[in-house]
């Protein structure tokens, strides 16, 4: 699939500010979740987050990823790209978010972000259902999970197994939450379809090694 009109969209940002990681620290606002989980967010950590979206429509090898469903095999509705621990990034933002968030963190045993997933959203019409995440075996603990944001803003929605009670929080333009405690165990997450217009967005998770013998 060609990428190209996408990027062309963005010709007239030559001028645009580099990235810039904003300061954390006490920028970082708790959000207490029901059954241990909880939320941090930091609106508008990446500042010149536009060049990075250029950037990394440009770089990232996107992949449409494909899944069983019933009968069938789908596409999922994103482009997708996965980066294993001490693979190099695609983008010099990128390592130096994950260290700066592993630094604010104080790099908890079992809970260093060491790996990046990024998800492109191409249009209001991508998406990603109701899920708790995992990577290869179950997790039965808690982790972090780091999202940075950048290009439009689209809708994570947060659902708590427990209530059913949805908190919704519109991610874009730099913005980062980190999902923490039980989080990945007792709510669900979801970036629900629109039909408004809505322009592209990346997602960029970084996340620990989740290993069954830890
Ligand atoms: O797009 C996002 O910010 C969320 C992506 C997500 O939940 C996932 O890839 O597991
Ligand atoms: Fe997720």
Redesign the pocket.
């Known amino acids: 699939m060609s990428l190209s009109f996408q990027a062309s969209l963005f010709d007239s940002l030559d001028d645009t500010p580099s990235p810039r990681l904003g300061a954390l620290g006490s920028a970082v606002e708790r959000i207490e979740l029901d059954s241990g989980a909880w939320l941090d967010l930091r609106p508008g950590w990446v500042a010149g987050s536009d060049e990075l979206f250029e950037r990394l429509v440009e770089h990232v090898p996107w992949k449409a990823d494909r899944r069983e469903m019933y009968d069938r095999v789908v596409d999922v509705p994103r482009l997708v790209s996965w980066f294993g621990p001490g693979a190099p990034l695609p983008d010099p933002t990128l390592p130096e978010a994950m260290d700066r968030l592993n630094d604010h963190y104080g790099r908890p045993p079992r809970q260093v972000f060491e790996t990046a997933g990024l998800c492109f959203y191409r249009t209001g019409d991508d998406s990603?259902a109701w899920?708790?995440?995992r990577v290869g075996p179950a997790i039965d603990r808690d982790t972090m999970?780091a999202?940075v944001s950048v290009g439009a803003a689209r809708t994570l929605a947060v659902r708590s197994r427990a209530t059913g009670v949805v908190r919704r929080f519109p991610l874009g333009h730099g913005d980062l939450l980190v999902?923490g405690g039980s989080c990945?165990r007792t709510q669900e997450?979801a970036i629900a379809k629109t039909r408004s217009a809505v322009g592209p967005r990346i997602s960029i998770?970084y996340r620990p090694v989740w290993a069954r013998s830890v």
């Open positions: 990603i899920h708790g995440d999970v999202i999902m990945q997450h998770q």
